[in-house]
């Protein structure tokens, strides 16, 4: 009996996905729950399980394809005995027909019969760069054009090409040196990569936020001494007390939520002609993984303490790197907290995460010569900026804002105190 394996649902507003990569191959024995392949929609990468133990018996939707909700991606043949009922299979078909032998030689025939058939991704491809599917050779199960087949063909354009001439290939000596000339050379060095989902969507936002909002960015300086003081002394007795360890994160997640309570306009968001205030606080906390940028949320910020701020974004951040993140811990979130100083920002103004109204930017901790009680001395300081749309946030809510940051990282104890 075979089963089918589908897109399972998404979640909300994700209707459709690009199959990312099969963990399994055809053939392959699979136990229950074990991940057949891996999905990448535009906010997540999710593995599809097995709902029963037996082998893979097809790949319906090969890698690169484009599927909805629903669609079929591939049969399961149920049971234990299903491995060795495979082969078995394909013994007779052999002997059966040993005329159409010679037909492996033109595999590319029925990928061009059957273009209606191939993967949107394939088809895509085809159509994209005028090609015929019999050119190309198919390499895939039952003669089927893949990904793989297409994208090769395309590299080996440049020297078949010239090959077609070789009838007389001491004639045209001379316009091979004139091809690699101009713009081409250049074309035959570059590399072109469909950027994935995710980075579409990523690209999406950032280009809507800069449409829509009134984007401002506002600056201060934060003095780090304090804090860094409160962290050297508590961090062995926190980390041992908590199991985990006393970063900058948690400070400055409370630091910010003092100053949204105090300022609600910038946990707050617009909709039509409407100003939607939230009256809870889930922080959003940006995530670079080796697919983008992601900004996981941490809900209810305001009810954790330090621990819980740290283990949240801890187990955030890792499951954000291990591709695990769901569309729920995606989702949502009133205000966004960007760390650009573990890579070395000095500085910079980060872009809004619609439909958010602000955004916070961390920066790099680095001593600088500051005038303290009329002596100069060397303090380590951080540059905060804060990016925030104009329509919703005035002036002068978003420089108050930065300003009741900057007071709470710099007396940590008012954080403690809400003061």
């Given at each position: ?111 061009a019969e059957q273009h209606d058939t191939l993967s949107p991704a394939v088809r895509k491809l085809i159509d ?292």
């Amino acid at each position: 009996m075979a089963l089918e394996i589908t897109v399972p649902v998404l979640g909300e507003s994700v209707s459709e996905a690009t199959v990312a990569k099969w963990l399994k191959k055809v053939g392959d024995s699979v136990a229950m729950d074990e991940p057949l392949l891996e999905l990448e929609t535009d906010k997540v990468t999710l593995e599809v399980n097995a709902t029963s133990a037996g082998t893979l018996a097809e790949i319906v939707a090969e890698e690169g394809a484009t599927v909805e909700v629903g669609a079929l991606l591939g049969t399961l043949s149920d049971g234990a005995g299903a491995p060795a009922a495979k082969p078995a299979e394909s013994k007779p078909e052999a002997k059966a027909e040993p005329a159409p032998a010679p037909a492996p030689a033109a595999p590319a025939a029925p990928a061009a019969e059957q273009h209606d058939t191939l993967s949107p991704a394939v088809r895509k491809l085809i159509d994209d760069n005028k090609l015929k599917a019999s050119d190309i050779q198919a390499t895939g199960k039952d003669g089927r054009l893949t990904k793989e087949d297409v994208l090769r063909y395309l590299e080996s354009r440049p020297t078949e090409m010239p090959a077609t001439p070789a009838p007389a290939p001491a004639a045209k000596p001379a316009p091979k040196p004139a091809v690699p000339a101009g713009p081409r050379a250049r074309a035959a060095q570059e590399e072109r990569v469909r950027m994935t989902r995710l980075r579409q969507r990523i690209a999406e936002r950032l280009k809507e936020a800069q449409d829509t909002a009134a984007m401002l960015t506002t600056f201060n300086e934060v003095d780090m001494t304090n804090l860094l003081a409160v962290r050297n002394s508590y961090k062995d007795v926190f980390e041992k007390k908590h199991g985990v360890k006393l970063g900058f994160m948690s400070f400055f997640v409370k630091a910010c939520i003092t100053a949204l309570q105090e300022l609600p306009a910038v946990n707050a968001e617009i909709e039509g002609t409407d100003i939607i205030y939230k009256n809870y606080y889930d922080i959003g906390v940006a995530v670079g993984t080796p697919s983008g940028l992601v900004v996981p949320v941490v809900r209810d910020a305001d009810k954790l303490n330090f621990a819980g701020v740290e283990k949240t974004i801890g187990a955030l951040g890792k499951k954000a790197r291990d591709g695990k993140l769901s569309m729920e811990e995606l989702s949502g979130g009133t205000f966004t907290i960007s760390n650009g100083g573990v890579y070395g920002s000095l500085m910079s103004t980060p872009i809004i995460n619609p439909p958010q109204s602000a955004i916070l930017g961390m920066h790099k901790t680095m001593e600088r010569p500051m005038v303290v009680n009329g002596k100069i001395e060397a303090r380590p300081m951080m540059y905060l900026a804060l990016s925030y749309d104009h329509r919703i946030i005035d002036g002068k809510e978003a420089v108050t804002f930065l300003v009741r940051v900057k007071e709470c990282i710099e007396d940590p104890q008012r954080i403690l105190l809400d003061v």
